[in-house]
């Protein structure tokens, strides 16, 4: 008895994995989202997970994505690699919010704001929000 309740517990948690792999891998998929910037002036400032925020780094903002997940943003055939880091408003009026060297990478800091291409590339399983 004991062997087939491990056995049906380690079948449980395969097939979770799989299935978050999957949901994982449908996130994956490149989606368009409305991106502006952090400026200078929250430099030091906390955000949601902590982590002071940093202008210099490669940050970003984001309503529910895990805190550590990394995210390929694109934009005008540039591109740069994220850490969620931190959050905004699920209801605002943007779905991403870069730090400014993120911004400068890809060209967001001459318009202030845009439509940019984010693919998840690597994701927490565990989010501390």
Known sequence: MALGSKIRGSLLVMLLAGLLALAVQVVAKAEPLKATYYGNWYAGKPTASGE???PH????AHPYLPFGTK????YNG????VTVNDRIP???NYDL????AAAKAVGLTD???????AE???TQLVSSA
């Open 52 to 54: 002071l925020y940093d």
């Open 120 to 122: 998840v590339i690597e």
């Open 57 to 60: 780094g490669f940050t970003a």
């Open 97 to 100: 919010d870069l730090s400014w």
């Open 78 to 81: 540039r591109g740069v690699i």
């Open 90 to 92: 699920y209801e605002g």
């Open 111 to 117: 318009i202030g704001t845009a439509v940019v291409a």
């Open 71 to 74: 995210l390929l943003v694109s």
